[in-house]
């Protein structure tokens, strides 16, 4: 019982640690947790907005905001120590802060452009990932806990982002792959391959693209342009509805054997394929 009500979902009792926890699937995914019975701790940027999260959860006694920058080990190692003081161990790290590249091709960026927005975005969609594991890899061998990452169609297929997106998000396919190899048996390691959310998704401050937010262009799309070819293409695009897969992959009761593997949430991207997008044209 918490609260006068009786909880039971399948992270009854879990913590939970999710970078990027103040918007979008982050968001999405801390909330969905507390509902199934976990305690999860949100990371981000700015504590206010983390705050508010924590406010309008479903039961703000099992939500905690923590202000860090995921490129910053000393604050991730914080982050964790905080989670468990605060609610006892750490089951379960999402890994999930992020940033695009709004598809700015290789030919569209010069040399320093292209240095500077490499820099910015690995550190933060791969570094980030990596450095996120280190810090909470101790707490998981004692909970024989897992690793669940935001992955993306970007993970798999091109034309998902420009070549510098495209290429963190491969990079951090093959992070899970290792990890899992590493860290087994003690801790699984999954990813969430998930495909275009309406999100605050921001861009690189190396190409001003900072204040910019992918949910602006997505309603740009819907008014411009016909929906894409992806085979569920009028599936939601509502991060709250991509949120079982992590549910599942979390719970060692629900899916103890897997470990290693990508689930994709993307509309079946994969079955056909993008349109061609006339490359080489812009040369
Ligand atoms: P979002 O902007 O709503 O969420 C990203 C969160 O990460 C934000 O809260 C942001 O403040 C935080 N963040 C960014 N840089 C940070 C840093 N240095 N330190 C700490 N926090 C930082 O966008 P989203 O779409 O929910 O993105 C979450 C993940 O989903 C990303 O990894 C993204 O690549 C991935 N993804 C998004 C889509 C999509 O279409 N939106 C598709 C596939 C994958």
């Known amino acids: 019982m918490r609260n006068g009500h009786r909880v039971s979902g399948w992270l009854d009792g879990y913590v939970a640690l999710v970078t990027g926890g103040g918007s979008g699937i982050g968001r999405a995914v801390a909330e969905r947790f507390v509902t199934e019975g976990a305690s999860v701790t949100i990371l981000g940027r700015n504590l206010d907005r983390l705050d508010e999260v924590v406010r309008s959860s479903p039961d703000p006694s099992r939500m905690h905001a923590v202000a860090a920058d995921v490129r910053d ?16 161990k750490l089951d379960t790290l999402v890994t999930n802060a992020g940033i695009w590249d709004y598809q700015r091709q290789l030919t569209r960026l ?3 452009e292209l240095s500077d927005t490499f820099d910015e975005l ?11 594991a280190e810090a909470a890899w101790r707490e998981l061998v004692k909970t024989r806990g897992s690793i669940v990452m935001t992955l993306s169609n970007a993970s798999f297929y091109v034309n998902g982002g420009g070549p510098v997106y495209t290429a963190s998000k491969h990079a951090c396919l093959g992070l899970m792959r290792e990890l ?6 003690k801790i699984r390691v999954n990813g969430v391959a998930c495909g275009g959310m309406n999100t605050d998704l921001r861009g690189p401050e190396s190409l001003a693209l900072q204040d910019r937010s992918l949910a602006t262009s997505f309603a740009k799309k819907t008014t411009d342009t016909p929906p894409p070819p992806i085979p569920l293409h009028d599936s939601s695009t509502d991060p709250r509805d991509f949120t ?30 993008f349109a061609s997008a006339a490359g080489g044209d812009h040369l």
């Open 110 to 112: 010069t040399g320093k």
């Open 122 to 132: 690995f550190s933060i969609n791969v570094k980030g990932y990596f450095l996120a």
């Open 180 to 185: 899992a190899y590493e860290l087994a048996p």
């Open 73 to 88: 080990s000393d604050q991730l190692h914080a982050a964790v120590a905080e989670t468990v003081q605060r609610f006892g």
């Open 244 to 273: 079982g897969s992590y549910v599942l992959l979390a719970s060692r009761e629900q899916s103890g054997p897997i470990t290693g593997q990508a689930i994709s949430v993307d509309g079946g991207i994969g079955v056909r394929g």
